[in-house]
């Protein structure tokens, strides 16, 4: 309790600068959100701005230190000892440098200060060593014996700056008293491996004067145990806010998560360097240091600033697959290599050519499959939502779904209920239903070099954009389906309404051309009757009947072709019919809304040409015909009790046909000996 | 009588004004567009005007449009539509009002029955064509009409065509006073009221047969 109470206020201590960070932090604002139990922990601009410039600092007192004290010496140990630890040295510049970065750009982000330490802590213990190792500082400075006493316990503070940024990167930590205890209790195993190793001092590297004492090996023991405990306590909290975080939080872990692929990747192949090609271990794992001082920081650093640069997903996933591509085929190549030369005995050139052919071999499918199983542990939402579109468009392939589902799938795909299709239609925009869109915006998706669809998307981030894009790719071909289906239907319907258009001028032509020269013929007849001798006359009375029978023939023609009784309306028309029909009719038309030319004469039509199929094949002696409003649809029923038995595709085709072509459906009923219903729905 | 003849199709027109001629009839106009006609009726107030249904300008109902306007400003002229087929949208408000009269134009081929008719019009009487009649009698034949005798609607649709009882009773071979008892029982039948006036019974029986066939009543369903 003293020593956490001791680090959290001795500011001369550096382990409580990084501390107070933490708990700056903790004071300067946290808002519990959302379901998970994280606390979003702001700092104030200028403490951000302090606690960075103090890691700045820290970072300069290594090498200022060094300056001096090879200024002061002949053999110039100053500079050689921080030559030997070139990367140690580089780690605090590229993590201040990208704190920095943070800082400026995030300036209440708690990541900043974190990471600036992360690079401060090494640069204090550097400076230490570079104080306690010179002899002109050893000399000169009084304090500089009783620092040498305690520091070679204090290496724990290399880690600690790592430690707060593991517990709060990238804006928060979990909260609970245990990981509130984690950085006290990080501090007290400062302190008990300071108290372990009082007195030691390091020559050249090595530790001299080690604890001897029974009592503090077991204090250097639990001390040791205790760093380890946080450093994992601090990756858990990690792990469980990645857990329970949501998607914002995710991707920016997943940078930090892609780094440390990269290393193990690297840490993989200095292996396969040490170990086949036995080259020397500093240079074998000299890029893993690197990777370490550079990737991490940098990593951190776009995480904040700019999580959505790259397809984080995609690069972690593929990242990661090439890595475990990496191993298996390497341990292909060396199980090959071992039971080749086991089975032959003896060492020749065939293992290795053995191992050589069948790595190559698996190597493809192997990524393939890695690949996959990879993308759906890692990047499981984009493989989820690839991988529903994708299914959809088999199950469209299949037959199983309509093509025009694809706007739900899409919408439900990719987390967004007000997603929109738009599809290009006769250089137009339209949505799924054929409605004109002119304003249609949104992803503009090609086919064949054309641009078929645009997809506006409600959710503009970058990551959503490219997620949008690659679902878009997934749903290109039903996109065209039903973007082709949607065109045959509009044409369709184009022509049904020039067709029905025609038959109304066909009918007129009927009334107004051939029917009015045919009564005028008869008129002169009758002029010239006046003067002819009652003989001939008959005659022409003859002539003039014939004309009659020929003018009423037109008008039936002309019926056929579109009853003019239509424009009466369709019950007038019905009406008419059943007043021609030879047996019993019931007509049951309830009210309707306004009808359309096409509806009109469709719905007339399917009743007249049902009415004469019941009269024609059916022996019917009675029949029903039934016009209603069904929500929106006009509902068609006509039924008889003649013989049924109506074959399938067989009499009723071209009326199946007729009520297709305008978009409808037809059901026809006709079970044998128990009559025929047809039912139209337009 | 002094007519005025409006009719788009010239081969027609011309038939028609010559055989009108030769009936006796004095044409003072024979126009093709139903705004010049309205305009030759107003200015030339004939006994008849006779209009085709439809006429420019529109091509669509324009004639019948026409005479509905006529019927409000020259209310003394008789009209006469001529159709091709049966085309009762625009003019049911005419139908049955004396001094109307509603044929195909196949009717004037026959030259008495449509010297007749014209003469019915201009003396405020009726005449509708027997096919019009046939068609409304035959669509309402499955309601109250079924309780009429088959003699019963004989006489109903002569009655419709805006024929006296004289003729009638003629046409027949019956009794005028026969022909009346018909008369009365079919008016009984469908619960309408007699009127001595020919033309009123008309409208009556035309009001009858029209109004349930072309206002579409709420929810319509016909039983046998």
């Known amino acids: ?169 990238p804006d928060g930590r979990r909260t609970g008293r245990i990981w509130r205890a984690v ?10 491996l300071v108290i372990a190793m009082w007195g030691s001092r390091k020559v050249d590297g090595q530790v001299e004067g080690g604890p001897t004492g029974g009592p503090r090996v077991v204090l250097l023991v639990a001390g040791l145990l205790l760093v380890a405990a946080c450093l994992v306590a601090a990756i858990v909290s990690l792990v469980l806010r990645y857990r329970s975080g949501d998607e914002v939080l995710r991707l920016r872990v997943r940078w930090l998560m892609l780094a440390g692929v990269a290393i193990m990747a690297l840490l993989v192949a200095g292996w396969v360097m040490s170990i086949g090609f036995k080259a020397p271990l500093d240079v074998a794992y000299a890029p893993v240091l690197v990777a370490i001082v550079v990737l991490v920081p940098v990593a951190v650093a776009v995480a904040v600033v700019r999580h959505d640069l790259f397809d984080i997903d995609r690069l972690l996933s593929q990242s990661t697959a090439w890595m475990v591509t990496l191993v298996l085929s390497a341990a292909t190549f060396g199980i090959v290599v071992l039971a080749v030369s086991e089975v032959l005995s003896r060492s020749s050139g065939l293992d290795l050519t053995a191992a050589a052919f069948v790595t190559a071999l698996v190597l493809l499918p192997l990524h393939r499959y890695v690949s996959t199983a990879v993308a759906r542990i890692v990047d499981r939402d984009r493989f989820v939502a690839v991988a529903r579109v994708e299914r959809f468009a088999a199950d469209v392939r299949a037959g199983r779904r309509a093509p025009e589902e694809i706007e739900t799938v899409l919408r439900e795909a990719h987390g967004d209920p007000g997603l929109r299709l738009f599809l290009a239609e006769g250089g137009s925009w339209v949505d799924p239903s054929g409605a004109p869109c002119p304003d249609a915006a949104g992803l503009t998706l090609t086919f064949g070099g054309d641009a078929i669809a645009r997809i506006h998307s409600t959710n503009d981030a970058a990551r959503a954009r490219r997620r949008l894009g690659e679902l878009s790719r997934a749903a290109a071909v039903p996109i065209e389906v039903s973007r082709l289906r949607l065109g045959l239907l509009a044409g369709r319907a184009r022509l049904i309404e020039a067709t029905v258009a025609e038959r109304r001028r066909l009918e007129r032509d009927l009334h107004d051309g051939a029917q009015q020269r045919l009564i005028a013929t008869g008129m002169r007849l009758r002029r010239l009757q006046r003067d002819l001798d009652p003989n001939r006359s008959a005659e022409i009375d003859c002539a003039v009947a014939e004309l009659e029978g020929t003018v009423a023939e037109l008008r039936e023609l002309a019926h056929g072709v579109r009853p003019s009784r239509l424009d009466d309306g369709l019950l007038t028309a019905l009406e008419a019919m059943r007043a021609t029909t030879p047996i019993p009719m019931d007509l049951d038309v309830s009210p309707l809304p306004a009808l359309d030319d096409v509806q009109v004469l469709s719905a007339y039509l399917v009743v007249a040409e049902a009415v004469t199929n019941s009269l024609k094949h059916a022996r019917a002696t009675h029949v029903g015909v039934r016009v209603a409003d069904l929500a929106g649809r006009l509902c068609v029923e006509v039924s008889d009790d003649g013989i049924g038995g109506v074959p399938d595709g067989g009499a009723l085709t071209a009326l199946r046909d007729r009520v297709e072509s305008v978009g409808g459906t037809v059901t026809i009923s006709s079970p044998s000996g128990a009559g025929t219903t047809v039912q139209a729905m337009l | 009588m002094r007519l005025v003849v409006g009719e788009d199709s010239v081969l027609f027109r011309e038939g028609l004004v010559r055989l009108l001629a030769d009936a006796g009839h004095d044409v003072l106009a024979a126009v093709g567009d ?187 369903s016909g039983k046998h």
Not at chain 2, 146 to 164: K, Q
């Open chain 1, 1 to 169: 309790m003293d020593i956490s109470r001791f680090v959290a206020r001795g500011p001369r201590a550096i382990g409580a600068v990084a501390a107070s960070a933490y708990d700056f932090g903790v004071g300067a604002g946290t808002d519990a959100r959302g379901p998970y139990p994280c606390e979003h922990v702001r700092v104030k601009a200028a403490h951000a701005r302090a606690l960075t410039l103090g890691a700045t600092v820290a970072w300069a007192l290594p090498v200022g230190l060094a300056a001096v004290a090879s200024a002061h010496e002949t053999a110039g140990q100053g500079w050689g000892f921080l030559g030997s630890q070139l990367p140690e040295l580089l780690t605090p510049v590229v993590c201040v440098a990208a704190a920095w970065l943070i800082v400026r750009r995030v300036p209440t982000s708690p990541t900043g200060p974190a990471l600036a330490w992360t690079g401060g802590g090494i640069a204090v213990v550097m400076a230490l060593d570079v104080l306690t190792q010179s002899e002109f500082f050893v000399s000169s400075l009084p304090g500089v014996g009783a620092v040498a006493t305690v520091s070679t316990g204090l290496w724990p503070l290399d880690l600690v700056g790592l430690l707060i940024l593991l517990l709060v990167f």
């Open chain 2, 34 to 220: 139903a705004e010049v006609m309205e305009a030759a009726v107003a200015e030339l107030q004939p006994d008849v005007v006779i209009a085709d249904i439809r006429m420019p300008p529109l091509l669509e109902s324009d004639g019948a449009r026409a005479a509905a306007r006529i019927r409000v400003t020259s209310p003394e002229v008789g009209i006469l539509l001529l159709s091709q087929h049966i085309e009762l949208r625009e003019c049911l408000d005419l139908v049955g009002t004396p001094g109307f009269g509603y044929l195909l134009k196949d009717r004037v081929l026959h030259l008495a029955e449509f010297d007749d008719a014209l003469r019915r019009v201009a003396d405020c009487g009726s005449a509708i064509d027997p096919e019009i009649v046939r068609s409304l009698v035959r669509a309402r034949r499955s309601s109250a009409l079924d309780s009429l005798t088959p003699r019963e609607v004989e006489v109903l649709a002569l009655v419709a065509e805006g024929h006296s009882n004289a003729f009638i009773a003629a046409t027949l071979f019956l009794s005028e006073r026969t022909v009346m008892a018909h008369m009365r029982s079919v008016f009984t039948k469908l619960g309408l009221t007699e009127d001595g006036a020919t033309h009123r019974r008309v409208l009556a029986v035309i009001t009858y047969l029209g109004s349930q066939q072309v206002n579409v009543p709420a929810t319509h």
């Open chain 1, 183 to 192: 950085v006290p209790a990080y501090a007290a195993a400062t302190v008990m």
